[in-house]
């Protein structure tokens, strides 16, 4: 299966790490008393950040089926991002509900992803920790 080959594909998944710590410096970007442009650049971001991780879910869910995909701890993480990231574009368009945009917080979480996938990393901060 296509899908499926593309997902456990190397790249796809440096791509996707990419795309985690990118989303992550945006996060870091919001300010109070943003201009205008500023803050249409940083929402449109996040459109494009969803949409890579509404395709992320639907190339794995399809590579792997549902049951599959939903039994890995961190593909429920992603699944829940991707909830809340949906339903925080519906409605940030008519302003209800701000709460939900603390909510894109829970992206940092995928950074945890990363590092538990990065042997060398982990265990420096294995060393930091200890």
């Known amino acids: 299966m296509l899908a499926f080959k593309i997902f456990l594909n190397r790249r796809f998944d440096y791509f ?5 710590i990118l989303n992550g410096m945006t996060l870091l970007l919001v300010h109070y008393n943003m201009s205008s442009t500023y ?5 449109a971001s996040n459109y494009v950040f969803t949409a890579i991780y509404v395709l992320e879910f639907l190339l794995k869910v399809y590579g792997l089926g549902f049951k599959s995909y939903i039994h890995n701890v961190w593909n429920r993480l992603d699944l829940v991002i991707v909830i809340i990231s949906i339903i925080e574009v519906a409605l940030v368009a008519s302003e209800a509900l701000h709460v939900l945009q603390l909510l894109r917080l829970l992206r940092i979480v995928r950074v945890l992803k990363l590092v538990s996938k990065l042997k060398g990393l982990r265990e ?5 920790v200890w």
């Open 16 to 20: 996707i790490s990419a795309v985690v």
């Open 39 to 43: 803050q249409l650049v940083l929402g």
């Open 124 to 128: 420096m901060i294995m060393t930091l």
